[in-house]
């Protein structure tokens, strides 16, 4: 069994040459020799032993495809010196489908590895730590991390090592990891080492993660930007139609883009290609939320985080509908994905006008829900952003006021509901004119608060 790290072309050539000395290959030290194609020669012999290849970490398309300009000159492709014979096998491990697919042929041939079962995750715990521990705490911390096995194996040789100077309990690492986002960064980015990794390699969930997402940037920059877009959303049921544009300079592309629906799905390819993202139902993904985790503190170091907020933001103002009743069903798919955003307002003009429009439309789903007291505090914030940026007579500014007048009408305080619906129903007269549907709507609303307290003249 021949085992090769195949994640660099210097990883994979000192391999190779490990496989060489081990097999005593003549000539392996001769410094004219290519020890690649000296293995591979040798492997491919009809009098050899029957042997099976491990090709480990085999994540980068490029290095195994393409040629590399050498000291001398041109390097055949990684791919080129694998041995190809009916007396060997090759098992080959990849973070990329792409890779996997192109190495070994057929899809068919490969396999994905689910996500580990609780009971197995459960069990890495147990066998790490040589103690079974608190079962409880236990399995809320494999839980927390996803079943990931990296993630474990590397909360395991936390607990361990702190543990030889003083005793930590499963339960005061959970309870660490999940005191803040500063601090479960700092725990997942901790390194203890695994003396059954390759050198160099991390056992970190944080710098594995990124070293695949850099790999992504370099292939496909449209994927990382696509990803670091989607870090920002709530892990289930990400709508693919909130995506588009995410390659511009700002949210304004629609469905339909021919040019912005190739890339998309281009890109929604490579990152579930690294099994980063998943397809649940037509036109929605998920993400793991580790990923998601790791994705922003890898924008954070080497990316623009206010950058993909703003996109954020600004797809949400977009696509959250207006709040009527036929909107319910998108309403509701929407909210756990926007819920982060209604309770901080942005600082830049053009970040709060957009998020004040957001605003202005979940506070009117709100009313419709009958939840009043919630939907008058957003629209009252709403309100406040537009008058002050837009000015009293702009129509989302009218619009806010008359959603606002709305939730003071629903909680019986006609008196506040009327001096706003009169204040609406001017301003609409005097900027649209007493015919627009505008204006009568807004006379409706007036006449409604007039009907509810039985003044009937």
């Avoid at 459960?122 to 839980?143: I, S």
């Avoid at 009313?367 to 505090?377: D, F, H, W």
């Avoid at 500014?397 to 001017?426: D, P």
Wanted: with cysteine; charged share 25%.
């Amino acid at each position: 069994v021949f085992w090769v790290h195949g994640s660099t072309r210097a990883t994979f050539e000192e391999s190779y040459r490990s496989i060489a000395d081990v097999l005593a290959l003549p000539r392996r030290h001769d410094p004219d020799v290519n020890v690649l194609a000296l293995v591979r020669d040798w492997l491919q012999r009809e009098d050899v032993s029957p042997w099976l290849m491990i090709i480990d970490n085999a994540d980068d398309v490029k290095m195994l495809l393409s040629e590399t300009n050498g000291q001398k000159d041109a390097l055949m492709p990684i791919a080129s010196y694998l041995p190809k014979t009916d007396n060997g096998k090759m098992l080959v491990t990849s973070r990329s489908w792409d890779a996997a697919e192109k190495l070994v042929g057929k899809g068919k041939m490969i396999f994905r590895v689910p996500i580990m079962e609780e009971a197995q995750a459960l069990q890495l715990l147990r066998k790490k730590l040589d103690h079974g521990g608190d079962e409880v705490a236990a399995l809320r911390l494999v839980h927390t991390l996803g079943c990931i096995p990296l993630a474990v194996n590397q909360a395991a040789a936390y607990i361990y090592k702190r543990s030889q100077r003083s005793p930590l309990t499963i339960q005061s690492y959970l309870d660490e990891l999940q005191k803040s986002e500063q601090r479960k960064g700092t725990l997942l980015r901790s390194d203890r080492g695994d003396v059954r990794r390759y050198d160099g390699v991390s056992n970190s969930v944080v710098l594995t993660w990124q070293m695949t997402f850099n790999q992504i940037k370099r292939e496909q920059p449209g994927a990382a930007d696509l990803l670091s877009l989607m870090s920002y959303f709530h892990a289930q049921n990400i709508p693919q139609y909130m995506l588009h544009g995410y390659n511009s300079g700002f949210i304004n592309a629609t469905q339909g883009d021919d040019d912005d629906d190739d890339d998309l799905e281009d890109d929604l390819d490579v990152l579930h290609a690294y099994s980063l993202i998943s397809t649940t139902t037509s036109g929605f993904c998920e993400m793991h939320p580790l990923v998601q985790f790791c994705t922003k503190l890898w924008i954070s170091e080497f990316g623009s985080p206010d950058q993909w907020k703003t996109h954020f933001l600004q797809s949400a103002s977009q696509h959250f509908p207006s709040g009527e009743f036929e909107t319910w069903q998108q309403c509701q798919t929407l909210m756990p994905h926007i819920q982060p955003l209604l309770d901080k307002q942005p600082l830049e003009e053009r970040d709060r006008l957009e998020w004040s429009k957001l605003l202005t439309n979940v506070s009117w789903y709100l009313v419709m829900l009958g939840n009043y007291s919630r939907a008058e505090v957003m629209v009252q914030q709403a309100l406040s952003t537009q008058t002050e940026i837009l000015g009293q007579e702009d129509s989302w500014t009218l619009l806010s006021m008359g959603n606002l007048a709305s939730t003071y009408r629903n909680q019986g305080r006609w008196k506040e509901a009327e001096e706003l619906f009169v204040r609406v129903m001017e301003m609409n007269k005097m900027v649209l004119g007493e015919e627009h549907p505008n204006t009568l709507t807004s006379m409706a609303n007036l006449a409604s608060t007039y009907r509810n307290q039985g003044r009937w003249k």
